[in-house]
């Protein structure tokens, strides 16, 4: 959520700022509603210090004898007026309570302008996509003839959009997993995280998925509102939530591996074949929580362990910077890293790694305390994937085929394979 502050220090301001998201913000109805609340504000507190001098005056006429019911009456009178004004300043309230929640977070400077993924910004590239002298087939073909992906029994088990794996297939993705949380662990110093797979709706509303996506989740429960978590982003970030972090625990650096459950709701249509957009996959995820001195660092550093991944697995990816209509409702600033797939024939989103500011904290009510004020302040949140565990299935499927089907194994994989180097055709 966006500073309050900001919209009563410098409205026009916050209206260019969301201007280059696309969002017409109605300044004037904002106006409107602060105004009206200051002004109910006013007139409650008159009401009250009406009310509490006829009730001190209750008491003095008490004493001298004489008839207390006009005053009676006339707090009366002033309760009942204090009540209407208090249900109207609610009301006002939760206007500009669902105008804040439903604006976006300012972008940074560094954002570029643009109005969808075809105006961000490469800023580099990594590896040469390999060169094949037969025909490349797809992780789908793949996977069937290692007969180790099978959709359609997912489909008759759920519906469309899931999958089963079996065999080395299986063991490939569990071993891509091991590899990138003894990585993030290991060589990153992030701390491994195991967290709930259910949220409650004020997990979703501190990391900004709700109210706004609330389309895009699998909820299981109303009573209370229970939810299926869309990345482990949700449960790892509300660990601090309500809290206040000693400085001695910051930067906090953690890393988790969930599956996660979207409803792709808008996104029927797109990306219906294998793996790609699937409504249950598996992600590793990094989260830090640092102070807002940090943050910009913190954001190249994170993207950084992302891509160390995909650099041991040696596959070629480019960096891109997310412009200003590409980038999420709850960031400020997104790189998206993209791998290539040759089955595609493309380069395809693996990670994106955004840092959400003050945004997030604020909704959350995660702060620090500074040593050097001894008050608390807003930390600064961050994510990125590190990696999607089967968008890097995918990518290694693809990318290490042999004309006759196999799958070579990155090294950095082989002891997770037990020294397995090949996925070989019928074994």
């Known amino acids: 959520m966006l500073d309050p502050q900001l919209f009563r220090s410098d409205l026009e301001s916050v209206q260019v700022q969301l201007k280059r998201r696309a969002i017409d913000f109605d300044a004037d109805f904002y106006t409107d509603l602060e105004n009206k609340r200051k002004a109910i504000q006013v007139k409650t507190q008159e009401l009250q210090n009406e009310r509490n001098s ?3 005056a209750i008491g003095q006429a008490k004493a001298k004898g004489e008839d207390v019911q006009p005053l009676l009456d006339q707090v009366q009178g002033f309760g009942d007026q204090l009540k209407e004004a208090e249900i109207e300043l609610a009301g006002v309230q939760a206007k500009m309570q669902a105008l804040m929640e439903s604006l976006p977070n300012i972008l940074d400077t560094a954002v570029p302008a643009g109005k969808s993924e075809d105006d961000n910004v490469e800023m580099s590239r990594w590896g040469e996509a390999p060169q094949f002298d037969f025909e490349v087939r797809d992780h789908v073909d793949l996977g069937a003839l ?11 088990i759920t519906s469309a959009r899931f999958v089963a794996l079996k065999g ?6 569990r071993a891509l997993i091991q590899f990138m949380l003894d990585t993030h662990a290991d060589d990153h110093g992030y701390e ?13 509303y501190g990391t900004g998925q709700l109210p706004k996506f609330a389309d895009d989740l699998f909820k299981v429960s109303s009573d209370p509102d229970l939810y299926l978590i869309p990345t482990a982003e949700v449960p790892v970030t509300n660990i601090v939530r309500n809290e206040i972090v000693d400085n001695t625990d910051m930067p ?5 591996h969930t599956p996660c459950f979207r409803s792709e709701a808008g996104a029927y249509g797109r990306d219906v074949r294998g793996l790609i957009r699937q409504h249950q996959f598996e992600k590793v995820e990094l989260v830090q929580v640092v102070r807002a001195s940090e943050s910009e660092q913190a954001h190249e550093d994170l993207t950084g362990h992302a891509e160390a991944i995909l650099q041991k697995l040696n596959l070629p990816y480019r960096k891109v910077l997310l412009c200003a209509g590409d980038t999420g409702f709850s960031s400020a600033k997104t790189y998206d890293l993209e791998v290539w797939l040759p089955g595609q024939n493309t380069f395809r989103e693996i990670s994106s790694c955004s840092n959400f500011k ?3 904290a604020r909704r959350l009510k995660a702060r620090w305390r500074n040593p050097e004020t001894g008050k608390p302040e807003l930390v600064h949140t961050l994510n990125g994937s590190g990696l999607a565990a089967g968008r890097t299935l995918v990518a290694v499927i693809e990318n290490n085929q042999t004309a006759e089907g196999d799958i070579n194994i990155p090294e950095a994989l082989q002891s997770y394979m037990g020294g397995l180097k090949v996925i070989s055709v019928g074994k």
């Open 146 to 156: 290692h007969k180790g992906m099978d959709f359609e029994v997912a489909a008759k």
């Open 252 to 256: 906090m650096k953690m890393v988790a």
């Open 54 to 56: 006829r009730s001190k």
């Open 358 to 360: 003050d945004f997030q």
């Open 192 to 204: 491994e995280t195991y967290v709930p797979y259910i949220v409650n709706a004020d997990s979703l």
């Open 168 to 173: 080395n297939i299986a063991r490939l993705q």
